[in-house]
């Protein structure tokens, strides 16, 4: 499981993001974004979060240091803006912390990574569905003269349908996914040998490693999937559906 440290302070909401992250400092004398479990979306966002991150961090793309952040319920009852304190109270328990990269600036296309590096960020947002890196929503940041990569709460979708209608490994495995609007859309060139290079390094144990980074408390049970194994398994199950069918969503 990722390290897990404690909440101390509350610095400042950041208002650029719509789940309302917050820059919190920890008992590791770090400074962190926090990714809150009662912003509204869930749980299940910062299971992809951590779970396409650290992926993405195995293949080579720059992705800030994630670990898990307690927040205690004092911080939460001292807290004196009443909408943040509202959002602390709703998250008292283990929150998401993203590495906080003071002065990073928002990607702009100015200073685009290297063709490879770029096909590397395509091809793990269409692996893993995530429609959340447009030229209207990057998700990408520069920072010490590098592309860093956040923001992958939205990949996973089908993790959502898991309590009404199960887990569906060769639904997800034939999902298309439209690269047409991926912000690397212009940077890219080979796409055909990105996905020879890096699914051979997607095996069946670095996703097993993956998943095991994620905090039980966050893998919700269903009808289907009674506890916090069967639930990473399903995870696993699906990505490796996913890999075997490359026709389906691997972009061109
Ligand atoms: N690790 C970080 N370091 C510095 N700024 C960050 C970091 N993570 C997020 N931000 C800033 O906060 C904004 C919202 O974060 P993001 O993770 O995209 O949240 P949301 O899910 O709300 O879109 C980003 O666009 C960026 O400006
Ligand atoms: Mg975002």
Redesign the pocket.
């Known amino acids: 499981m990722l390290e897990t440290i404690e909440a101390i302070r509350f610095v400042t909401p ?1 208002r ?6 917050g820059v919190m400092e920890g008992d590791d004398f770090g400074t ?2 926090v ?1 809150f479990r009662g ?1 509204g ?1 869930g749980l299940k ?1 910062l299971v992809a ?1 951590v779970i396409v991150g650290e992926l993405a961090r195995a293949l080579g793309l720059k992705v ?1 240091q994630l670990k898990v952040i307690e927040v205690p319920e004092q911080i939460a009852r001292y807290e004196a803006d009443e909408e943040v304190q509202d959002l602390l109270t709703a998250s008292v328990g283990l929150n998401l912390a ?5 002065g ?1 600036f ?1 990607y702009d296309g100015e200073h685009p990574p290297s063709a490879d590096e770029a096909a590397t960020i395509m091809w793990l947002d269409a692996f893993t569905a995530n429609v ?1 890196r447009t030229p209207a ?3 990408l ?1 520069r ?1 010490h003269g590098d592309t ?1 990569c ?2 992958h ?2 990949a996973l979708y089908f993790h959502h349908s898991w309590p009404s209608r199960g887990s569906h490994p060769e639904r997800f495995a034939a999902q298309p996914f439209d690269s047409s609007t991926h912000i690397m859309r212009g940077v890219v060139t080979d796409l055909p040998s990105a996905h020879d290079r890096l699914s051979t390094l997607v095996t069946t144990g670095l996703l097993t490693e993956v998943v095991a980074q994620v905090p039980d408390a966050w893998l919700e049970p269903t009808a289907d999937l009674p506890d916090a194994e069967s639930v990473r398994a399903a995870y696993i199950a699906n990505l490796v559906a996913r890999l075997a069918n490359p026709e389906a969503w691997s972009p061109r």
Not at 16 to 21: A, Q, T
Not at 98 to 102: A, E, K, T, Y
């Open positions: 950041l650029e993001g719509g789940s309302l992250p962190w974004v990714k912003a979306q966002v979060e800030p993203v590495d906080f990269l003071p990073a928002g959340d929503n990057p998700n940041l920072w860093w956040i923001d709460g939205a």
